[in-house]
């Protein structure tokens, strides 16, 4: 009953985490913030903005929304150096032939990302032309958990929440998309979520959900 499906890009589609984590650690370095890996992972599925705000719990300091944005766009300055780095090998062959398959049995595909770097990250895996649509960091104004993001994919894709499946690695994203009316498949760190409906071990297993088997 699934008409289309919206997958989250970072952590779903690609990996994306250890350059998050490398970028992170060297604005928290230069700023004298305690910053590591159990904090990084308290940041997917979360805006750059609100991810600098958890970084800086750790700081002593106290800092202005200006100096806060220019932390923001260094931090993806560095981000940027390390994306450069990815290439279509960082497609996985299972996400590649799933995606495929979905498409080829007439399933609508988009991509729903917090993330202000979405298209880049698509066009250096060469997906960049692949979805029928993409909603990314740049055209919502509320992030995940809100379910903005979504809600505006499924417009683009024409297809009502409760006739979209979304697909999510972070909590965040499990309850914006049940916020959306959207039901959820959890994988990675979302796997074990009781509010998503299904539980990916392996990304195909999304072919079954789609053919009802
Ligand atoms: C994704 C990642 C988050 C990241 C967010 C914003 O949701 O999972 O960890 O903070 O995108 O990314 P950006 O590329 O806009 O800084
Ligand atoms: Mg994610």
Same mark, same amino acid.
């Given at each position: 009953?699934?008409?289309?499906?919206?997958?989250?890009?970072?952590?779903? +589609?690609?990996? #994306?985490?250890a350059?998050?984590?490398l970028a992170? @650690? @060297?604005?928290?370095?230069?700023? !004298?913030?305690y910053?590591?890996?159990?904090?990084?992972?308290?940041?997917?599925?979360?805006?750059?903005?609100e991810?600098?705000?958890?970084?800086l719990?750790?700081?002593?300091?106290?800092?202005?929304?200006?100096?806060k944005h220019?932390?923001?766009?260094?931090?993806?300055?560095?981000?940027?150096?390390?994306?450069?780095?990815?290439s279509?090998? /960082?497609?996985?062959?299972?996400v590649?032939? #799933?995606?495929?398959?979905l498409?080829? +049995?007439?399933? @609508?595909?988009?991509?729903?990302?917090?993330?202000?770097?979405?298209?880049?990250?698509l066009?250096?895996?060469g997906? !960049?032309?692949?979805?029928?649509a993409?909603? /990314? =960091?740049?055209? +919502?104004?509320?992030?995940?958990p809100d379910?903005?993001?979504?809600?505006?994919?499924?417009?683009r894709? =024409?297809?009502?929440?409760s006739?979209?499946l979304?697909?999510? /690695?972070?909590a965040? !994203?499990i309850e914006?998309?049940? *916020?959306g009316g959207?039901?959820?498949?959890?994988?990675g760190?979302? *796997?074990?979520?009781?509010?998503?409906?299904?539980?990916?071990?392996?990304?195909?297993?999304?072919?079954?959900? +789609? #053919?009802g088997?």
């Amino acid at each position: 009953h699934y008409q289309g499906i919206i997958f989250d890009l970072d952590g779903v +589609i690609c990996h #994306t985490d250890a350059y998050h984590y490398l970028a992170w @650690k @060297k604005l928290a370095d230069r700023l !004298g913030v305690y910053f590591d890996k159990q904090i990084n992972n308290r940041l997917r599925g979360i805006s750059r903005m609100e991810s600098l705000d958890i970084i800086l719990e750790n700081s002593k300091n106290v800092y202005t929304d200006a100096e806060k944005h220019e932390f923001a766009e260094e931090k993806n300055e560095y981000y940027r150096q390390l994306l450069v780095q990815m290439s279509p090998a /960082d497609l996985s062959a299972d996400v590649k032939n #799933t995606l495929d398959i979905l498409r080829k +049995i007439g399933c @609508k595909l988009a991509i729903g990302s917090s993330s202000k770097n979405a298209r880049y990250i698509l066009e250096r895996i060469g997906l !960049g032309h692949y979805f029928d649509a993409v909603v /990314d =960091g740049n055209e +919502i104004q509320h992030s995940k958990p809100d379910p903005e993001v979504f809600l505006l994919a499924a417009q683009r894709l =024409g297809i009502v929440s409760s006739s979209c499946l979304v697909v999510e /690695d972070a909590a965040a !994203g499990i309850e914006a998309a049940v *916020r959306g009316g959207f039901d959820a498949a959890g994988l990675g760190d979302a *796997r074990v979520s009781p509010f998503a409906k299904y539980h990916l071990i392996q990304f195909d297993e999304l072919i079954d959900i +789609i #053919t009802g088997n």
